[in-house]
């Protein structure tokens, strides 16, 4: 089929807060319909890459001497923008990536406040600790980094922008963001109208694939690089920072557990957990992954989930009544479609449940019906591997002991769950979780828990941490002065 040219968005690089065309651009089909044609994407060459650096290089000498007051005003204004354009940004968006409507609404709010959050904690974060006693005076002060290289994923790419954008901006660095590919968009256009209100190459964006994040990652003008993506990435950007001892921040992902005590509220919990694994198809880092059930209320439990996944309605995002969209991409969605291939032919029970909206175009889109895995053996694939995707395994367990060491067998520790109506046995489990976050009764964080959780994971789910006053601390170098008094 010819593809549908309509409504056809054209999107340029961002270089000095001009937008600067290309030879060579991305088509961008939707992930729901791939006979419709949403937009084309400049890809940049390695001397755009260059132009985009040295841009956010001249800006650092004036934007880092900027006093913090008009850096705070100027993001507190951009967080203004993101809440205006949301309703500009979402369908686009949704066409994009795949993501539901209502999904990108919360997106955009919650990175809006990514932003306050950061220009709050930075008033007191970046005052100088002073300490004196008779023989001297000791000031350890916090200063900007350089050149920031973000580049960020595409299940959430305004939130993933924020988390380094903001920090970034409000301790006195440029950035240039390189945004996926798969969902480049909707976040370059928010980019676009937050860039005119900071000087010329505060904020640049570059597009384009692995060659243009090797010229980013490479450059000896950046100082330091923010990604968030996967770990086979993450090993090649390593290994370019190394050349010029760049500092990297990685987010990469997790197998997060959730655990369900034998005490806990079974009809409160379901709802909150099947939201925790199936938002955004299952596409989150911080997804509940597998989950773990004591054998005296598996039955119970599990008829119960199975229930809440079959009221799913899965179709396109843009369609009325829908509430489980496709997946991104083609490599995705094939890897699920052949892991739960593999879940079967290894014995297990893989149950499909939801409704389809629309038949008659299901094959037009990289469309799955989430899938749960019954009495999941804790060693099959489908366990110990991310899925990032609709398939979510139910393991039983005898006790405490037994669960706690299946949680913490694999190499990812970035989020887990347990679920418990007793808080001290909850927490108890929490405590011996390696995990950079643990939420209970919840899979995810509180209005409270994003502005004050480090985010980030453990082993191979990451380096260093964003949010709160330490993800502020990746974004600063430490200058300590001591004065000898005579």
């Known amino acids: 089929m010819k593809p549908i040219r309509t409504s056809v968005i054209k999107t340029e690089l961002l270089i000095d807060n001009l937008d600067i065309a290309t030879s060579q651009y991305l088509d961008v089909y939707d992930p729901g319909n791939f006979s419709q044609l949403v937009g084309m994407v400049a890809q940049a060459t390695t001397f755009q890459v260059d132009q985009a650096v040295s841009s956010a290089h001249a ?8 006093d913090l007051l008009t850096r705070s005003e100027l993001l507190l204004k951009a967080a203004a923008i993101l809440d205006a354009e949301a309703p500009h940004a979402i369908e686009l968006m949704a066409r994009e990536s795949g993501m539901l409507l ?11 406040n990514i932003i306050r959050d950061n220009v709050e904690l930075a008033a007191e974060f970046l005052q100088p600790k002073k300490v004196e006693d008779d023989a001297s005076w000791v000031s350890i002060e916090k200063r900007p980094i350089g050149v920031i290289a973000g580049i960020v994923s595409w299940n959430a790419p305004v939130i993933l ?16 963001i390189k945004p996926s590919p798969l969902a480049c968009m909707g976040i370059s256009m928010l980019l676009k109208k937050m860039a005119a209100i900071f000087p010329p190459g505060v904020i640049n964006v570059v597009h384009g694939g692995a060659e243009v994040g090797d010229a980013l990652t490479t450059h000896p003008l950046i100082r330091k690089i923010s990604f968030t993506g996967g770990a086979k990435v993450a090993e090649v950007i390593m290994k370019n920072a190394a050349g010029s001892i760049k500092d990297v921040q ?7 557990p959730a655990i369900i005590l034998d005490d806990a509220n079974i009809e409160d919990l379901i709802p909150k957990l099947v939201g925790g694994v199936f938002r955004r198809s299952g596409q989150f880092c911080f997804a509940v992954k597998r989950i773990y059930v004591p054998e005296n209320i598996y039955d119970i439990f599990f008829n119960r989930l199975i229930q809440e996944v079959a009221k799913f309605k899965v179709g396109h995002p843009l369609s009325a009544g829908v509430t489980f969209g496709p997946m991104n991409n083609r490599l995705q969605y094939q890897f699920i479609k052949d892991l739960i291939e593999r879940t079967r032919q290894a014995g297990a029970e893989v149950i499909e449940l939801g409704e389809i909206m629309d038949p008659a175009t299901w094959a037009q889109g990289y469309y799955l019906l989430p899938a749960v895995v019954k009495h999941a053996n804790p060693e099959l694939e489908v366990v110990l591997t991310e899925q990032f995707g609709p398939v979510i395994p139910v393991v039983s367990y005898r006790t405490e002991a037994d669960v ?39 899979a995810g964080t509180s209005r409270l828990g994003q502005k004050n959780i480090p985010f980030g994971g453990v082993k191979r789910s990451g ?20 004065y000898h008094k005579m």
């Not at 800006?59 to 900027?66: D, H, M, N, Q, R």
């Not at 964003?466 to 600063?476: N, P, R, T």
């Open 161 to 176: 922008t924020m988390r380094k954008l903001a920090p970034a901006l409000v301790c006195g660095n440029t950035i240039v």
């Open 102 to 112: 209502n999904i990108n609404k919360a997106e955009i709010g919650m990175a809006a």
């Open 250 to 256: 990685f987010e990469l992902g997790g197998n997060d």
């Open 404 to 442: 706690i060491r299946m949680a913490n067998q694999t190499e990812l520790g970035l989020g887990s769950s347990v679920w418990s109506s007793n808080f001290d046995r909850a927490l108890a489990v929490a405590r011996q979780l390696e995990a950079g976050m643990t939420f209970i009764n919840q």
């Open 463 to 482: 380096i260093g941490r964003e949010s709160s006053e330490i993800g502020l601390g990746e974004y600063v170098e430490y200058h300590g002065i001591n």
């Open 59 to 66: 800006a650092f000498k004036e934007w880092s001497k900027t």
